[in-house]
């Protein structure tokens, strides 16, 4: 199948060719004709599989179809990486259609926030904080909304978004097209879905599909071995645009530093740096200026750079659905990628249920030539303590 046996409008066709997109992803050629149709929906799928298109050019179709005044979508992600992704996404497609859409997040200043909205858009991509703040501020309305996404659901329920979801779903017209996006689906997101969608269409990609196309392996280690197992792994089998990712803050600043040191062109990304040292080591990563990403979670997601090698688990996650964030990457879109993971036994999480959501055993490898038994030159490396 391709794009243009979709009925879109002639500009978004052009834009689907500027872009380079071709052939529709799975999630893209299920969700679609769904979307197009006026249903609610729900959509299981990571990043990586090509979601953020998925809905993007349904919503523009509407725009084709029914100009009007006003924002008429609204879509809600959780970190502003992500929603200057989206933001992206919609310029890069919209391109021909002339849509006008703005990122709104917190972090920066409100200035230019303020004067895109009064310019006017057809589209937001908001944080939900920020949307709030705008909306209290009267500089935004919301009642010719008919289009709403909740994109990476279960992500912005972890990250306590949940009260500011409803309230601005409260404060939109109740007549309006519900689009969830969410990589997992665990019970108070299956909540918030079952309270917000009418008759909603499930769509899910084969959640194993990402995964198909990354190898996962385990080094077994000891905290005190970690960082120059490391370092022997940078050196040989992961050599090039490799992500990082430790448990705190403090692990990942002091990693970024310690591979510097090594002569690695290294960064580090967590939540706590000023929004334009986040974006300067992002862009460094993406243009390759560093070839080594230090993240913790929380800041890695949304993270979207094309042709990621290996993510290394330095400290292993907390849960199993963070590995599956972690893991996604690396592997897109058909591309080979490798999940390295260096356990040691001060890292809880159990084994056999990553192998479970990989869907098979996965392989422990010893590094030939590395001392294992090397001394345990550590005092300097933070604790893993409290997850960032
Ligand atoms: P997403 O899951 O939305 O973050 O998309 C993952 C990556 O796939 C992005 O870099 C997109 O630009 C790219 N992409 C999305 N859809 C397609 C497509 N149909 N053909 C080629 N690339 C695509």
Partial sequence: MKFSDFPFDPRI?????????????????QAIPEILAGRDLIG????????????????????????????????????????????????LLGRDLGVRSAALYGGVKKGPQRAALRQGIEVAVACPGRLLDLHRERVIRLSAVEVVVLDEADRMCDMGFLPDIQRILSLLPGERQTLFFSATIPPVVRRLAAGILRDPVTVEVDPAAPA???????????EGRKRDLLVAL?????????????????????????????????????????QAERQAALDGFRTGRYSVLVATDVAARGIDVEDITHVINFDMPESVDAYTHRVGRTGRLAKRGEALSLAAPTDKLPRRWVERAVGGPIESRRLPGFNYGGGARVASLPRQADPA
Avoid at 13 to 29: K, M
Wanted: charged fraction near 15%.
């Fill in 234 to 274: 940078l050196r040989g089998p992961a050599q090039g645009r490799v992500l990082v990712f430790t448990r705190t803050k403090a692990r990942a600043q002091f990693l970024a530093s310690f591979l510097a040191e090594q002569g690695f062109p290294a960064a580090a990304i967590e939540g706590d740096m000023p």
């Fill in 212 to 222: 198909r196309t990354v190898s996962h392996a385990f080094y077994p280690t000891t």
């Fill in 44 to 91: 299981i799928a990571q990043t990586g599989t090509g979601k953020t298109a998925a809905f993007v050019l349904p919503i523009l179709q509407g725009l084709a179809q029914r100009p009007g005044p006003g924002v008429r979508a609204l879509v809600l992600a959780p970190t502003r990486e992500l929603a200057e992704q989206i933001h992206g996404v919609i310029g």
């Fill in 13 to 29: 066709l052009s834009g689907l060719e500027a872009a380079r997109y071709v052939h529709p992803t799975p999630i893209q050629a």
